[in-house]
């Protein structure tokens, strides 16, 4: 073994150069942490990319869903809605659904938007309220003017004609 700082003849156990007085095993624990290091920040970024890759495929997923639901008539709805005045859920008969790859739906139905704003302010539940929570329902009857709140994950709206 030779020191890399002057090039002397070294014993192969040497820690310290005997011409100069280079540290021999720093260059070794400085490559082993630089290895260690190196391992990390490759695991780091292998599981962001893991990360990355499972978030794409989600909302491709999602997306595929969605335009599949478009193409058939169907709507995947999610979120507060009034009747007739949003245009994502116009009145009428529907046909409610959970959407692919789960149970039942979740849904709260309220007659007006003032029934809405009175179980939000004072937290209690009101009796005029319906709550949907089937495998399906058929026919079911919106009417102009009432506030449709749906939990995740969503439920798939088709209009009967």
Known sequence: MYCENCGAKLEDKATFCDECGY?????????????????IVCGVLAAAC????????????????????KESGKMVLYGVYVVGEDEELPAGRYTITPVQGKR??????????????????????QE??????????SGYKLRKGNVVKIYDPGAVFQKDD
């Open 23 to 39: 540290d021999v095993k720093k260059k070794d624990r400085t490559f082993k942490s630089t290895v260690k290091k190196y391992r």
């Open 50 to 69: 893991l990360g990355l890759l499972a978030a794409t495929l989600i909302t491709l997923h999602e997306h595929k869903q969605y335009v599949e639901s």
């Open 104 to 125: 039942e739906i979740d849904i709260t139905i309220y007659p007006s938007q003032e029934s809405y704003d009175r179980e939000r302010e004072t937290n209690s539940w």
């Open 128 to 137: 005029d309220t319906e709550t949907l929570y089937r495998k399906k329902v």
